[in-house]
């Protein structure tokens, strides 16, 4: 065969699947502390989630420790069981998974960003909620990571367990990622909290509070020396420091607050 007649082959190059799978959602998230709709991302590309990715939490008992002191180390661990208990009922409902329990904290994994959002407010607000009931905050973040062993470890779990830090009692804070891949969901705002900085994380990440539009309908108050949630209709005490009204869930944590004021009061 001549060299004329050798047929000439040609390399098509392929187009990435990443690339084919990736999609901008155009528009604005401001920087502000007022309630706003659900943020979507207008300075990055958002990728379409994959199989390999999913929203991770950590939720755990605020003030634990402070808790733990106040009423003792068999109470304490009495809590940590029940609420360990309450979120895993409600796990199937999102197809979540019980990674480990870390002291008293849950981490857990759901695929959906959605769902999770709707279990983190679900877990702050229903998973121990009445009188007496320890006050829980959730943190998380949406992304992939490695499964070793049926734990999970990276960058993606580094993250969620900074956040969760972050938030108060009764308080469920997402990256700016996490809101932008759930951004329409009914009753749901993201207030806003800027970008922060996280321990041993790079760069500033975009943080958003995730509220309900009835927040405030049946709020109860919080002890704020162990920050158990107490209905002051049957709180054992009451102080009142600059006009504010403190509860409290026994008379231990009222004399521990009578003594020291200054340790608890912001």
Not at 53 to 67: P, Q, R, S, Y
Not at 154 to 167: C, H, P, W, Y
Request: proline share 6%; with cysteine; glycine share 8%.
């Amino acid at each position: 065969m001549s060299k004329s007649q050798t047929t000439t082959q040609r390399t098509v190059r392929a187009r990435s699947p990443m690339t084919m799978r990736r999609m901008a959602i155009p528009h604005c998230v401001t920087k502000t502390n007022a309630l706003q709709s659900p943020p979507r991302q207008n300075d990055y590309v958002v990728p379409v989630p994959s199989d390999t990715e999913a929203a991770f939490l950590f939720a755990d008992i605020a003030g634990f420790t402070a808790l733990t002191e106040a009423h003792g180390d068999e109470q304490a661990v009495q809590l940590v069981e029940e609420f360990a208990k309450a979120v895993q009922v409600e796990l199937p409902r999102v197809d979540g998974e019980h990674i480990k329990t870390v002291g008293d904290a849950l981490m857990l994994r759901v695929p959906d960003p959605g769902d999770a959002v709707r279990l983190a407010l679900w877990i702050t607000r229903n998973a121990m909620g009445g009188h007496q009931a320890p006050s829980v905050r959730v943190g998380g973040n949406y992304g992939a990571a490695l499964e070793r062993g049926g734990d999970y470890f990276g960058a993606t779990i580094n993250v969620a367990a900074r956040v969760s830090a972050l938030a108060g009692g009764g308080e469920v804070l997402v990256t700016g990622r996490t809101a932008a891949l759930a951004p329409d969901l009914d009753g749901v705002l993201y207030e806003s909290r800027g970008r922060q900085v996280l321990r041993n994380v790079a760069e500033p990440v975009e943080i958003f509070a995730v509220v309900r539009v009835d927040e405030n309908a049946e709020q109860l108050a919080v002890d704020p020396v162990c920050q158990m949630v107490v209905d002051p209709d049957h709180a054992v005490g009451r102080l009142l420091v600059d006009e504010k009204a403190h509860y409290f869930c026994s008379l231990t944590c009222a004399a521990a607050f009578a003594q020291h004021p200054e340790r608890y009061v912001q």
